[in-house]
């Protein structure tokens, strides 16, 4: 067996701790708002298709 097994987990620990991290300079966008874009960007996707 190698020396190394069991290692992942330890691997893994420093990037779960960074993208846990809460940065104050971070753009914080609200999931309802990104729901809305997708959808009326879906909506004006269909009229393009539709009248072209």
Known sequence: MSSN???G???SAGLVRYFDA???NA???DPKTVIAFG???GFLVLVLRATL
Do not use: H, K, P, T
Request: aromatic share 6%.
């Open 5 to 7: 097994d069991g290692g």
């Open 39 to 41: 959808a009326m960007f």
């Open 22 to 24: 809460e940065d104050r």
């Open 9 to 11: 987990l330890m691997s």
């Open 27 to 29: 753009i914080r966008i």
